[in-house]
């Protein structure tokens, strides 16, 4: 999941507020959307399959730059 980290992928439902490890999360859903917790839309094409748009994309797990959700350290197995 792009918000909780876990193996879950049902996003659409998903209202945990911390990731697998017990850190608190750094996005939230907004109705359809998917946003940082400090503003802003997430890429969910970066988060899931590491393709880039015209946004900026750091991981919603961690902030890197270097990996979306799908590849982060920090997620649960």
Same mark, same amino acid.
């Given at each position: 999941?792009?918000i909780? $980290?876990?193996?879950?992928?049902?996003?659409?439902?998903?209202n945990?507020s911390? @990731? #697998?490890? +017990?850190s608190?999360? @750094?996005?939230r859903?907004d #109705?359809q959307? $998917?946003?940082?917790?400090? +503003?802003g839309?997430v890429? $969910?094409?970066w %988060? @899931?399959? +590491?393709k %880039?748009?015209? %946004?900026?994309h750091?991981?919603?797990?961690?902030?890197?730059?270097?990996?979306?959700?799908?590849?982060c350290p920090?997620?649960?197995k």
């Open positions: 999941c792009v909780c $980290l876990t193996p879950h992928r049902d996003i659409m439902v998903c945990r911390t @990731l #697998g490890s +017990g608190p999360t @750094l996005v859903r #109705g959307r $998917l946003v940082w917790k400090t +503003g839309n890429c $969910l094409a %988060q @899931l399959e +590491g %880039q748009c015209t %946004q900026h750091m991981c919603s797990g961690c902030k890197s730059t270097s990996h979306g959700a799908s590849r920090r997620a649960s």
